[in-house]
């Protein structure tokens, strides 16, 4: 299954896209190779509704470049052989851009001025990806785990094998010929020194993803206490690394990543209950607008399945419009994201009281 994660900058740039035409189609696909033709038959199929579309608002010239561009992608045999579980596709005139996802989306089309960016929020919101770093004196595994792939081990080929070859000597315990460390003392120098060694080795290759730990102690502590990496979780994996299997230490990640973000989730409802009582935090869709159009909101928690026909000026105005091909919730989200908000797509039930947006501001407005 091949993944193509968007970025924070790559979604900032698809919410400030502002065309003529941009056209926004998200399909489910098959993460099978000899599904490949049926995945670009579904494909065919939400083409054509967006061509159809497309030609109701634009000129003969203007429809061709976009049909050129969907055409160039489904004629790429190769592309349709590996995807995700996902296939998100941006369309204007002039270019055409997709990613490939881990979270099933449903079927979607939209054509208009803009991009349709809920769905691709909600596949960037909790994206169930991260590290586990398995670590004894005996040795290490990085291993990467995602929502729905198998586990696979990463290789490091600038960390050291284990703890005695990190520091030079025999064994952890042992000492160089100028050394006045004794014991324990000496042995928890030597483990400072592995953990610093495998932190450094790691760095280039977490890219801000969450780095869970299956080691014992005292190791553990000690990779806390020494690494400069800020998305170590604080659960452990438990049992001996050594002998935990990769779809193990994929089950027991999973589990805390679970409890990372469900623990995320409650909160974002504590402190948006707090907040509201002083004017930082709505639930109002008006006031959500005017909020994110000053750049007032800090962390905007949208409805993933909601949708409000409507529009939001740049002075934050909210205008409900049952005709338009816009969804206001996406607006406000939109210049949430622009104004550096933190914008998350969830289910209904996760959000505060059951709204269809929730709002934790930087100040009050």
């Not at 939400?46 to 050129?68: I, Q, W």
């Not at 052989?81 to 270019?95: C, I, K, W, Y």
């Amino acid at each position: 299954m091949h993944i193509d994660m968007p970025t924070h900058s790559d979604i900032e740039r698809l919410a400030s896209a502002r065309e003529s035409l941009c056209v926004s189609i998200y399909l489910p696909t098959s993460t099978v190779p000899v599904d490949s033709e049926s995945n670009q038959l579904r494909a065919r199929t939400l083409f054509k509704t967006a061509m159809g579309r497309v030609r109701e608002r634009a000129d003969e010239n203007t429809a061709a470049a976009v049909e050129e561009q969907l055409n160039s992608l489904l004629e790429d045999t190769s592309f349709w052989f590996d995807l995700g579980r996902s296939l998100a596709v941006f369309v204007t005139p002039e270019q055409i851009v997709e990613y490939r996802l881990p979270n099933e989306l449903e079927e979607q089309v939209g054509v208009s001025d803009r991009f349709a960016i809920i769905p691709i929020l909600r596949a960037t919101t909790f994206p169930h990806s991260a590290f586990v770093l398995a670590i004894s004196q005996n040795g290490l595994r990085l291993v990467e785990v995602s929502a729905d792939m198998p586990a696979k081990e990463v290789p490091l080929p600038d960390a050291p094998h284990d703890a005695a070859s990190a520091v030079g000597l025999g064994t952890v315990g042992s000492r160089s010929s100028h050394e006045r460390l004794k014991g324990d003392e000496n042995r928890k120098v030597r483990l400072m020194q592995y953990s610093r060694a495998v932190d450094h080795a790691l760095r280039p290759i977490l890219n801000g993803k969450p780095l869970i730990l299956a080691a014992a102690e005292p190791l553990a502590s000690i990779y806390r206490n020494v690494t400069g990496y800020a998305q170590v979780a604080s659960e452990l994996i438990r049992g001996n690394p050594d002998d935990l299997t990769e779809a193990q230490l994929a089950d027991g990640a999973r589990e805390i990543l679970d409890g990372l973000y469900a623990a995320e989730l409650a909160d974002l409802r504590a402190t948006f209950a707090d907040r509201r009582q002083s004017g930082r935090a709505s639930a109002d869709l008006s006031d959500l607008a005017r909020a994110a159009a000053f750049g007032a909101i800090g962390t905007l928690a949208v409805d993933m399945n909601a949708l409000v026909p409507g529009n939001v000026d740049d002075d934050g105005h909210l205008t409900l419009d049952p005709g338009s091909d816009n969804d206001a919730i996406e607006e406000i989200a939109r210049h949430a994201i622009s104004a550096g908000a933190r914008v998350l797509a969830v289910r209904q039930s996760d959000l505060p009281e059951n709204v269809q947006a929730a709002g934790i501001l930087r100040y009050a407005v």
